[in-house]
T-cell receptor, first 108, second 118 residues
């Protein structure tokens, strides 16, 4: 069962912040975050593990709430290069399952 | 340089023909995956494999087949039974995860193959 992402799309001005949420109906042990530019391969951003700390990658960070079975990706002071589709991924029975994606557009 | 290679980048086929998409990795990864991407539907898992000569169906395996005869190769065949084969196909690989639900290893993706069936 796919994790559910929200919002489906978001438009920002450069310098603004955004939050992308990922929730699952199943227990989560780890959450992946990837970014994909149009027509390209998804690029790994970070993994959050159960019991682990909040991770950061430049001005992109994420949290993982195991009890709520949710993860959130935080994009701070967005740059034009942040544009793309963001996917969260979770493990289910040996499979790596992705959400439907959140399309982020950063405008000048 | 280590990486994962998909070929070709673009592929055109006539309806009713089988077609095989190539995926090769030199990262020494045990796990390999095939995903299909359609607009607005994210990445949907077709097949995955964690060991040579073994593979499992994903969520949308109907109309597809795979083989894993070598650790570095995981080709996907789109058969004529697949009703809507036109899509962007992505192959990925990773170190074996820590457990069936604990996917604690990063997935590396190939550049994808865009298949168009006319």
């Amino acid at each position: 069962q796919q994790p559910v992402q929200s919002p489906q799309a978001v438009i920002l001005r450069e310098g603004e912040d955004a939050v992308i949420n990922c929730s699952s109906s199943k227990a989560l042990y780890s959450v992946h975050w990837y970014r994909q530019k149009h027509g390209e391969a998804p690029v790994f951003l970070m993994i959050l593990l159960k019991g682990g700390e909040q991770k950061g990658h430049d001005k992109i960070s994420a949290s993982f709430n195991e009890k709520k079975q949710q993860s959130s990706l935080y994009l701070t002071a967005s740059q034009l290069s942040y544009s793309g589709t963001y996917f969260c991924g979770t493990g289910q029975g040996g499979k790596l399952i992705f959400g439907q994606g959140t399309e982020l557009s950063v405008k000048p | 340089d280590g990486g994962i290679t998909q070929s070709p980048k673009y592929l055109f086929r006539k309806e009713g023909q089988n077609v095989t998409l190539s995926c090769e990795q030199n990262l020494n990864h045990d796990a390999m995956y095939w995903y299909r991407q359609d607009p607005g539907q994210g990445l949907r898992l077709i097949y995955y494999s964690q060991i040579v000569n073994d593979f499992q169906k994903g969520d949308i395996a109907e109309g597809y087949s795979v083989s894993r005869e070598k650790k570095e190769s995981f080709p996907l065949t789109v058969t004529s039974a697949q009703k809507n084969p036109t899509a962007f196909y992505l192959c990925a690989s990773s170190i074996l995860p820590g457990g069936p639900n604990n996917m604690n290893t990063e997935a590396f993706f190939g550049q994808g193959t865009r298949l168009t069936v006319v």
